[in-house]
């Protein structure tokens, strides 16, 4: 397993080379784990809530709070080893009572080593961080991994919060998962994988431990992120595959520890009318032999030569789903 120390640590003086080091890894990956850190919660949800609650709870907490930590593990078979990036931001200002926070929330991330001093000062801003990662997010032809979280609710949606740059996130928890089916595609919640070998009520760590994995993370995204994929590799080896496809009525693909009521699903190919059609400029040959319009990887996207003999590409646009 991968350590801790392999973490590459994002900040404003290394960004523009770090970040294509990790578009390229999503890029590539079949798995990649994430995990958000922030400075607690506003709204504490009672323990006894259905999903549409937690959901409105969320929303309230993700809006009006900010995004201290991103982490991602990219991993998978045929990888040597895993690559892990943790983007530390620069927008919490812990000086700042308009700043919201939970102070026992920031005392935790302050023993795990959270300098928010250094992070204030050598971070980077959240919106250059999602003027960069948008592209590759939000291209409807764009092959994406399969996301891993660990009670990744909070995870996701401070994810599609930066996506969505000043727009709010969608008010109802049908829409919010349509949204991370346009924006992610396929993801598994490790918490909610877990039930399966009588997880679910520990937390990463313990779980971890309960697996048999060494327990040397840092509260922080990066190793966090790490420890989730840790954490799903040795679940996959113990779980029948009907667990980790797409679709059907044992998969666990798409459901998030807290918010099951709704599934998030990639989504399908649209109809003929409701595609979009571009010229493709120059000898369109290249565009047939390019990963991109693979059947199987871009289900979005078929180049097509008319009877003028023109040739073009149908794919279907990206929109928010509200």
Known sequence: M?????????WASNFNAEMPRLIEALRRAPYAAIDAEFPGFIVHTPRD????????DLRENVERLKILQLGFSCFGPGWPRRLTWQINFSDFDESLPSDE?????????????????????????????????RPFFLSPMQRKPLWVTFHGAYDVAYLAKLLLARAPLPIALPDFTRLLGNMLGRVV???????????????????GESLGLANTSAHQAGAQSLLAGNIFEVLMMRLPPARLVCRGDESDVGILHGLEEERIAPPLPPTWEQSQRFLLPGNPSPF???PVFHPQAFPYAWPCREDSGAFFVYVQPFAPPW
């Not at 809530?49 to 409105?56: L, V």
């Not at 102070?103 to 971070?123: I, M, P, Q």
């Not at 919640?189 to 779980?207: N, Q, S």
């Open 288 to 290: 047939y032999s390019a």
């Open 49 to 56: 809530a259905d999903g549409h609650q937690r959901y409105s």
């Open 101 to 133: 926070r939970w102070e026992e929330s920031v005392e935790l991330l302050r023993r795990e080593g959270v300098d928010f001093a250094k992070t204030r000062r050598d971070g980077v801003d959240s919106a250059l961080v999602s003027s960069f990662l």
């Open 189 to 207: 919640d490790v918490k909610h994988l877990a039930r399966h070998v009588r997880g679910a009520h520990l937390g990463l760590r313990r779980l």
């Open 2 to 10: 991968a350590a801790e120390d392999d973490v590459r640590q994002v």
